[in-house]
């Protein structure tokens, strides 16, 4: 058990960070970070479209932690609670890193990885043909739509999507996307 959560929260963090977000990730939560996000947006670009696109993002973002985030390793529940997730917005020069965490299982990091490498490697029309095919065949899942908010996050991103895994037991890991939308 070498992975700490409050340290990788602090190396990701460093300067420029515009928010971040670490605890329980429910709906009460994810409407207070978007509500305080959207007021800060215009002190990062005047251009709407970008605001948007980071908001839209964002919102992915949240909703992937609350819909797919696995209940914290047991011994973890009592210092970070049931469903802990993090999200910390960063500016990196002409760079918004947008960077959610959450626990998943070993099996999840594996389809995972394997779902961000495929996005990683599609064209831009690959990306549009991903999501079309997924929309019309894949059988949607109660908890989302079988994929589309990573597609989605990279398509309006236009950027490759970063991600890692940190190793916590035999069982699970601490998963990390990172986003990058030019501001």
Known sequence: ???????????????????????????????????????????????????KKIYNILVESLQNLFHHSEDVPEELVNKLGKRFGMIIIKREDNI???????????????LLAEKIEKINSSSEEGLKDMYKHILKYQKISSKGGGGLGLIDMARKSEKKLGYHFYPFNEKYFFYRLDIFVSI
């Open 96 to 110: 918004l890193r947008i960077t959610a965490g959450n626990f998943v299982t070993k099996d999840q990091e594996k």
């Open 1 to 51: 058990m070498g992975f700490d959560v409050n340290q990788l929260h602090s190396e990701i963090c460093g300067n420029e960070v515009f928010f971040t977000y670490v605890g329980d990730i429910a709906s009460g939560q994810i409407n207070s970070i978007l509500e305080e996000v959207e007021s800060k947006l215009s002190s990062v670009s005047t251009i709407i479209k970008v605001r």
